[in-house]
């Protein structure tokens, strides 16, 4: 995401599964930029950690059998 672009952020990464298989529990981007102080030293990341490792934010999901 580049908030100066012309462009506007779209989806451009995935999980895919099926739910035959397997169930969503949870799911988020992260995205370090939006993250309190706090939250990033609970989680021991920079506020640049994203920014600076992709321009993709990571797709986390967890994920449990059916």
Not at 42 to 58: F, G, K, M, N, Y
Request: hydrophobic share 40%; proline share 6%.
């Amino acid at each position: 995401r580049q908030d100066d672009s012309s462009y506007g952020p779209g989806k451009l990464d995935y999980i895919v599964i099926s739910d035959a298989d397997l169930k969503v529990t949870h799911s988020f981007l992260l995205d370090t930029r939006l993250l309190s102080d706090e939250m990033l030293a609970t989680i021991q990341l920079s506020r640049d950690a994203i920014p600076e490792a992709s321009d993709h934010l990571p797709v986390v999901a967890d994920l449990l059998p059916n």
